[in-house]
């Protein structure tokens, strides 16, 4: 498999790329250093601020990760997990039809929570937490929901096997209690007279009776035990099922079965439940509105965006489901095989979470590799770290190299500010500045502040400022900005406004002021960057004068934003009388 090698180590794969060096960096070559309460990063081979590798999710396919999913929790948490689940689901069994839903509700909680932990970046094995209502109730109707794709076919096939099966009464036995071949046919085409009902009635209860001869208590005799009373009822049961099926054909019942299993309607609702399946588990553990399961449009719309990862994706929660039953009869075998009476219920119960964490974690990793393309995740967090997963290991030397140093200084009058982008929305004036006289800029009233610049050989980019703000040193930050300017480099307006602020607290108010003149050229950063200017003027230099111009500015082109507002403010406190 190819990838990106380090430029020191060709032999080892990289992670990281410094902004300064540009070269490719593994953990050996890079350190980290204490800066307050963060750490922060260096590149050992110069200084500089190297920057982590990242790739897109879906550069790794879904179906190169699902394979992992199946050993995901046989970890000694995820066992752990496990079996503090089973003791879990073996007390909510004391509690009749509540614990039944307290064990749904504590079942699909560990599928939905695996799955959002897994959609962030997690790796381990995550158990649901919070005790309030919603949680428990919010993911048993989300999982209620996603097996109501089921029920057509589970109807369908429940009417063709009943049809399918033997009357409750042999044939023989109905013509001579009805005693009229034309009432047995009424009965097989299931018509019902009333007193035809009455007389079966009565015959079924002496059958009964019959059946049940045998094992009367008598009186004198010593009181059942439980199993006794539990033997008689299975032997009775079975004695009732052996006299019900007495005299049907196997060869003609096997011939209905199979015709039932070719019904048409039956393989296309087990198709439809295919397809449905799959994205309803998505969908509610995307956390999507509770009734979006039902809406074709964003069913259609999910399916479009998954493509073949949708079969990765059945696939995968088929191969699940199998293996659960499989695992479910293993770990009630072995209950059934040990002696010891708490044990084997909890295992098993332990045991039958386990395909729960891996449908979760298959379900996070569809949600992890295309979060993206459904909505549920933002572009920018469809990216992951490229290269070794491992901490920096490298150490500085004893004198890092230092920032790139200022040297010569030229003085440069600042820049105009420019009108808005077309494309950026044009706030509506007032109609008394509509009907005033034309708007000032900048460019009429120029700052007339001198401006130290650093002509150095060497080249700079952007990627730099940004590694300074990040760590945020204010000195190679300035540094920095200048060295850029002389190089004629392009600033981001964002950018510009964080160079304004680290400026500003380092007392280096002219460089401020240069820089918010930069942002104000551009259309998403130019009312926070006049604002902020014209307060650099007005607390910071000592210029009024210039102040009020920039806020006049701000107050013209921008009445509708917060920052337009507050120079409006501004501008009445100047135009006050002292």
């Not at 953990?27 to 800066?35: G, R």
């Not at 049809?163 to 018509?191: H, N």
């Not at 009902?197 to 015959?203: I, P, Y």
């Not at 030397?397 to 808005?420: G, H, R």
Request: net charge neutral; with cysteine.
């Amino acid at each position: 498999m190819s990838f990106t090698a380090c430029s020191v180590h060709p032999r080892a794969r990289a992670g990281w790329a410094c902004a300064t060096c540009e070269r490719q960096l593994c953990p050996d070559c890079v350190a980290t250093k204490k800066s307050g309460w963060t750490d922060v990063l260096y590149c050992v081979p110069c200084g500089g601020t190297p920057k982590r590798l990242l790739k897109r999710r879906d550069a790794v396919p879904l179906r190169k990760r699902v394979p992992g999913a199946f050993g995901f929790p046989l970890t000694s948490h995820g066992l752990l997990t496990m079996v503090a689940g089973g003791v879990v689901l073996w007390v909510l069994g004391f509690l009749g039809w509540l614990g039944a839903f307290l064990a749904a509700a504590v079942t699909w909680g560990y599928v939905f929570t695996q799955a959002k932990a897994t959609a962030a970046g997690s790796h381990e094995v995550t158990t649901p937490e919070g005790a309030a209502p919603g949680d428990l109730v919010v993911p048993a109707l989300r999982g209620l929901l996603t097996s109501v794709v089921w029920v057509p076919l589970v109807w369908r096939l429940f009417t063709l096997v009943t049809a399918a099966l033997p009357p409750p009464t042999p044939p023989a036995a109905l013509k001579y209690v009805t005693g009229s071949e034309d009432l047995q046919q009424q009965l097989e085409r299931g018509e019902m007279p009333p007193e035809v009902r009455e007389r079966l009635k009565a015959q079924e209860e002496r059958e009964r009776a019959e059946l049940e001869a045998p094992y009367q208590e008598d009186p004198k005799a010593p009181r059942a035990t439980p199993d006794d009373a539990r033997a008689r009822d299975r032997e009775l049961a079975e004695r009732m099922v052996r006299k019900q099926l007495a005299g049907v054909d196997p060869l003609a019942m096997l011939g209905r079965l199979v015709r039932v299993f070719l019904d048409p309607w039956l393989w296309f609702w087990f198709v439809v439940g295919l397809v449905w399946w799959p994205l309803t588990l998505l969908l509610a553990a995307a956390d999507a509105p509770i009734l979006s399961v039902f809406n074709p449009v964003m069913l259609v719309r999910v399916a479009s965006r998954l493509g073949s990862d949708l079969v990765v994706l059945l696939g995968s929660l088929l191969a699940v489901s199998l293996l659960g039953l499989a695992v479910s009869v293993l770990g009630w075998t072995m209950a059934a095989m040990l002696p010891v009476p708490v044990l084997p219920a909890v295992l098993a119960r332990a045991l039958g979470l386990y395909p729960q964490l891996v449908s979760g974690r298959i379900i996070g990793l569809c949600l992890y590799v295309r979060g993206a393309d459904l909505g549920y995740l933002h572009e920018n967090e469809a990216y992951e770290a490229e290269g070794p997963d491992e901490a920096p290991r490298g150490k500085l030397p004893e004198y890092a190299p230092p920032p790139p140093a200022v040297k010569d200084f030229t003085p440069i009058e600042l820049a105009p500010v420019a009108a808005p982008a077309p494309s950026a929305p044009k706030a509506t004036l007032a109609p008394e500045a509509a009907a005033g006289p034309p708007v000032p800029t900048l460019a009429e009233h120029p700052a007339g502040v001198p401006l130290e610049l650093a002509r150095t050989p060497e080249t700079y980019t952007v990627g730099m400022l940004e590694g300074a703000l990040a760590e945020k040193n204010a000195h190679r930050t300035v540094g920095l900005f200048q060295s850029l300017v002389a190089q004629a480099t392009p600033i981001p307006g964002a950018l510009l406004l964080q160079v304004g602020r680290a400026a500003t607290s380092i007392g280096q108010h002219v460089v401020a002021a240069h820089a918010l003149t930069q942002a104000t050229n551009d259309a998403e950063t130019a009312p926070t960057a006049l604002v902020l200017l014209g307060r650099i003027y007005l607390e910071k230099l000592g210029d009024p004068g210039r102040a009020q111009h920039v806020f006049q500015v701000a107050a013209a082109r921008y009445p509708q934003t917060e920052a337009g507002r507050f120079a409006a403010e501004r501008l009445k406190t100047l135009a006050a009388p002292q």
